[in-house]
Nanobody, 121 residues
């Protein structure tokens, strides 16, 4: 089994910062991309940021310049530092990993259960 567990959500005022972290654990052979998606009430889940094993990053336009994604490959951990938060950043944030688990024979998408970020204006 594979588990992705997120930490760091909560309530913050507009203009503030939050740091989300996620660790993948379990029967993991290899991880390719890791990242964060979010889903606001009444909206579809959307990409926030992705990072490859080699450290290449991809950000949603809404995150560029405010959010920074980083990764510790040895710890199977991905971190999202969010600064200058806005009310429109309010959403459930989901950790994502494209990984191969023992016995699967292929890479698959795995998701955390999500952590709520609420930005008050």
């Amino acid at each position: 089994q594979v588990h992705l567990v997120e930490f760091g959500g909560g309530l913050v005022q507009a203009g503030g910062s939050l740091r989300l972290s996620c660790t993948a654990s379990g029967s993991i052979l290899s991880i390719k991309d890791m990242g964060w998606y979010r889903q606001a009430p009444g909206k579809q889940r959307e990409l926030v940021a992705l990072i490859t094993t080699g450290g290449s990053t991809n950000y949603a336009d809404s995150a560029k310049g405010r959010f920074t994604i980083s990764r510790d490959n040895a710890k199977n951990t991905v971190i999202l530092q969010m600064n200058s938060l806005k009310s429109e950043d309010t959403a459930v944030y989901y950790c994502y990993a494209d990984l191969e688990s023992y016995g699967l024979g292929t890479y698959m998408d795995f998701w955390g259960k999500g952590t709520l970020v609420t930005v008050s204006s």
